[in-house]
């Protein structure tokens, strides 16, 4: 067994425990992977306090290994159990059964052989035996001192009616019930795959329907019931999955779809070869038959997209030199269908076809059925930054309707959404004056993300009327080693650091140098004021501030600089060398830009306070802004029109890597449009994420139509990552979107963020992201569509009423609020030239004559008179004669064009000059 510090000591930064528990002995640690959760047996030569055993738990949950749950199970010397032990129990029993509450409260212990005696002071034996407390406290002192007790419960034992503490017992014993009735109608909604399960002969009538999927039932699920023999006799037994085949594996059964079938005859044309590929979804490989044709006749029947179950030998094939299965016997089987049996479906509100390039993989059409048979009342397509599966999601839902059914379509876009009016200065409503007070700062750090990085160095400058007046500098504790990439680029290292003050108490000293109410001035402040919050978090500190970030203002006041880096601009400015990367010498020069900053700003801008720099300085310079997703809607006919419009803007003029929107436009044209806050790369999501003020959260959330939230394993990422420390850090950030929709009265929808439609599509997703290089590739977040149960199971944490308020009203509501309209309106549209008829008409008469004379020979006149006819009468004469005017002007200036393809046929397109290709057949001119 090995000592808990030499397990853990490298998990854990600092293992702030007792002795006792830093020298337990390890005996056996259960980890479930899927859960995150660790169960661990520790041997411990004395007692400890239960809080000290709990908080460790907590040190090892919020440790680099990001568990969502550790429970360490205590194991002590037989001879250690006695009254010192039983605080201790009684505090492990109430972990348990928290609905007991306070009723052990005052209680004391006797213990005489091998019985203990609980004495209560408040009453409530009653309801303890009620419980089986007394049963949970001998399993408990069995489990941690392996001693068998008898206990029982003495002193007052019947609570008083009126008490404090019967009242609160009562209070705790309703919510059990409620949380319990919660979990009970859950399980209606899990209607798990019960009947398919089965896997009785005797029971013919199999429900292949299931409503959430679970655990292996991510890939489809394959009924073994009742099969039907195909090929020899039928197959009976468990198959393994295709992914265990091994050449040493002898026989076996596995199941799974057909994806092509290829058949050729042996040279005495006796007898078949077939071989089937198949898959599993865990793997695929080739059956092989090779027999008479009569008895291959069944086979043959079989398609692309059948399920079967086969016996056979797995060996290594010489001809096709791949492990193969020879086939001894074949059966069809079924497999289970997905259902949405919910009394009122939700509605999909973010979705991705195959036209979010390299990113979505599903078929709009597959989408929109797949929908459909879901139940859903609409389904919203929205595309990252284009709509070119419009087309397709209408004829989707035309083609539901020509079959009686109906289904909306709800047109949008997932844009890259650029704040270009309000991204320099943050938290500035007030009118602070130009010529007041700044603080100027930058920090060092160990390392970009401020959730698990921590400060090294402040160094800050203040400046009054313009004038530099004081400095401050301090070097910060990080409690953790300092990265030796991060030495190299600061010059700090940990041995400068060693005596420092720790991060808490920097932070009040900056503060005290800062004073109340201040402005502070950073380049990137984004980045800088991120670590000062999650300080300000970690420690629970309140400070208001404003701030204004440089390297925004120096994007629109320096345009003519490429890199706006901090020495790009010092050199620019001609302001001299500094030591870049150290916070006091960045501060100081970034001080002295600042000054050249104000006087530019009161002299060419007539600026007077910090609240004009969002509108005076322009964000011309859009290439230079960071862009977040943003859900747009159109909620009619004019919302259509203004999504095209913004979405032609984005690939015209704001294209930069992606077609972005810039707010000014859509707060232009915002008409008919509804506007969601969209997923984790969202504003208002990072924003939360950065632990941004409560105030700026409901600034920016008020923007919004409705707010997102989106299941947990969409942003397992930021877990995997450190960006969050736990599951339960997760569901703070949708609580957080809920509340700030509760306190905005916005509303809160649940979204799925479709990339692909069933769970195991996530493997065509992979090789996309792998194409692009992203590394996490492999670990694909479960985006596919889900039923209304498996939505309002992924948000149970968030109370019954609160799921389904977000799953299911809300979406609708969002769906109700857009009328029922066309991506392209039925008819044809031609643009329209004046004379076009009639232009054509002359052209082409001309040049017939002009080559085969006049009067024209029979067959070319009656040609020409029956393609003008078709042409006219069916409206094409329009875009005859934009071709026509097309290769005229390219002539004209030397071009030699000749238009053929679908107009080689036309005779009319040869006479007006469109196409170099005569239809009619070989003749003389």
């Known amino acids: 067994m090995s000592k808990f510090i030499d397990v853990f000591s490298q998990y854990i930064g600092d293992l702030k425990l007792s002795k006792t528990l830093l020298n337990a002995e390890v005996d056996g640690i259960k980890i479930d992977t899927k859960k995150r959760t660790m169960d661990m047996n520790l041997f411990l030569s004395q007692l400890v306090k239960r809080n000290e055993i709990f908080s460790t738990e907590k040190q090892i949950e919020q440790s680099t290994l990001a568990l969502a749950k550790c429970i360490i199970h205590p194991h002590f010397d037989s001879s250690l159990f006695g009254d010192a032990c039983y605080f201790g129990l009684v505090e492990e029993i109430r972990r348990r059964l928290a609905s007991i509450n306070g009723t052990l409260n005052g209680s004391t212990v006797s213990i005489s052989d091998d019985k203990m005696t609980i004495n209560l002071t408040h009453g409530g034996a009653d309801i303890l035996l009620e419980k089986k407390v007394d049963k949970e406290f001998q399993k408990l002192i069995n489990e941690e001192f392996g001693v068998n007790v008898k ?37 209606i909604y899990e209607g798990v795959m019960h009947e398919a399960k089965k896997r009785s002969e005797h029971k013919p009538a199999v429900n292949t329907e299931i409503e959430i999927r679970e655990g292996e039932s991510l890939y489809p699920l394959f009924i073994l019931d009742n099969p039907k023999p195909i090929y020899g006799t039928n197959v009976k037994g468990n198959p393994i999955k295709i992914a265990e085949l091994a050449p040493d594996s002898g026989k076996v059964i596995i199941k799974g779809d057909i994806f092509s079938i290829d058949e050729r005859d042996t040279r005495d044309k006796k007898k078949k070869i077939i071989s089937i590929n198949l898959t599993d979804y865990t793997g695929s490989t080739t059956i092989k038959v090779i027999d008479l044709n009569a008895k291959c006749a069944p086979i043959l029947e079989l398609k692309k997209g059948s399920s079967i179950l086969v016996k056979g030998d797995a060996q290594y094939d010489k001809y096709d030199r791949e492990l193969v299965v020879m086939a001894t016997n074949i059966s069809g089987i079924s497999k289970a269908k997905v259902v949405d049996k919910a009394e009122k479906k939700r509605v999909e509100l973010h979705l991705h076809t195959n036209m979010s390039a390299m990113d979505g993989v599903s078929d709009v059409g597959d989408i929109v059925q797949k929908a459909y048979s879901f139940g859903m009342p609409a389904v919203a397509i929205t595309d990252h930054g284009v709509v070119q599966a419009f087309p397709g999601a209408m004829n989707a839902a035309d083609a539901v309707k020509s079959k009686g059914g109906h289904i909306k379509i709800l047109y949008g876009v997932e844009a890259y959404f650029i704040d270009d009016v309000s991204s320099r200065v943050v938290n500035g409503e007030s009118q602070e004056l130009l010529s007041g007070e700044f603080i100027v700062f930058d920090l060092e750090t160990t390392g ?21 007046k004081d400095q401050f500098s301090m070097f910060v504790n990080p409690e953790k080693p300092i990265p030796p990439k991060i030495t190299e680029l600061t010059g700090i290292d940990d041995s400068m650091v060693a005596d420092a003050p720790l991060e808490d108490e920097a932070l009040h000293k900056f503060m005290e140098f800062c004073g109340n109410n201040c402005v502070l001035v950073a380049h990137n402040a984004p980045f800088d004021t991120s670590f000062v919050r999650a300080v300000m978090n970690r420690h629970h500190i309140v400070w208001n501030f404003t701030s204004i970030d440089t390297l925004m203002m120096s994007r629109s006041m320096f345009p003519q600089i490429k890199k706006h880096k901090l020495n790009f601009i010092a050199e620019y400015l001609k302001l001299g060398d500094f030591n870049h990367h150290r916070a006091c010498d960045d501060a100081f020069m970034l001080a002295k830009i600042f000054q050249v900053m104000l006087t530019k700003l009161s002299e060419d801008y007539g600026a007077k306070n910090i609240s004009q720099l969002n509108s005076l300085l322009s964000n011309s310079d859009y290439k230079s802004l960071k862009y977040f997703h943003q859900i747009v809607l159109a909620k009619n006919t004019a919302g259509l029109k203004n999504l095209y419009r913004l979405i032609s803007k984005g690939h015209l003029n704001y294209f930069y890597k992606k077609p972005l929107l810039p707010k000014s436009e859509l707060i232009k044209y915002r008409e008919g449009l509804i506007v969601g806050s969209a997923c984790e790369a969202g504003e208002l999501f990072r924003a939360i994420v950065e632990k941004r003020p409560w105030e700026d959260l409901k600034k920016i959330a008020s923007f919004y139509d409705y707010l997102e939230i989106q299941p947990l394993g969409n942003n397992m990422f930021m877990l995997n990552n450190g960006t969050v420390s736990s599951i339960e850090e997760l569901q703070d950030l949708n609580r957080t979107v809920v509340r700030l929709g509760e306190e905005l009265s916005i509303p809160v929808v649940a979204t799925c963020d479709v990339h692909f439609l069933e769970p195991h599509h996530s493997e065509y997703r992979k090789i996309l992201m ?4 992203f590394k996490d590739a492999g670990n694909q977040a479960p985006l596919y569509l889900r039923t209304t149960a498996e939505m309002l199971k992924e948000f149970e944490y968030l109370g019954k009423e609160k799921a389904y308020e977000i799953v299911v009203e809300n979406t609708n509501l969002i769906a109700d609020m857009c009328d029922e309209i066309r991506a392209v309106p039925k008819g044809n549209f031609p643009p329209f030239i004046p004379g076009a008829e009639e232009d054509l008409t002359r052209i082409t008469w001309e040049r017939a004559r002009n080559t085969y004379g006049n009067p024209l020979p029979e067959i070319v006149e009656k040609r020409i008179e029956k393609e003008l006819n078709s042409i006219i009468k069916n409206g094409f004469s329009v875009l005859y004669m934009t071709a026509q005017k097309l290769v ?13 393809g679908s107009v080689g046929s036309s005779f009319v397109a040869t006479m007006s000059g469109i196409s170099e290709v005569n239809p009619l057949a070989p003749h003389y001119v």
Do not use: C, P, W
């Not at 034992?157 to 705790?172: L, N, V």
């Not at 400060?455 to 530099?468: F, K, P």
């Not at 792998?770 to 290089?773: C, I, T």
């Not at 005229?888 to 053929?900: D, F, K």
């Open 151 to 187: 206990v029982k419960f003495d002193g007052i034992t019947h609570i008083d009616a009126d008490s404090e503490i019967y009242i609160e017992h009562q209070r705790i014993a309703e919510e059990t019930a409620k949380r319990e009735a919660v979990i009970n109608e859950m399980e």
């Open 448 to 468: 970009l993300g401020a959730a698990k990085e921590k400060i090294t160095e402040i160094g800050a400058v203040r400046i009054v009327d313009g004038e530099i």
């Open 770 to 773: 792998a194409g692009q290089g």
């Open 888 to 900: 005229a002007n390219s002539e004209e200036h030397g071009y030699l064009v000749g238009s053929r």
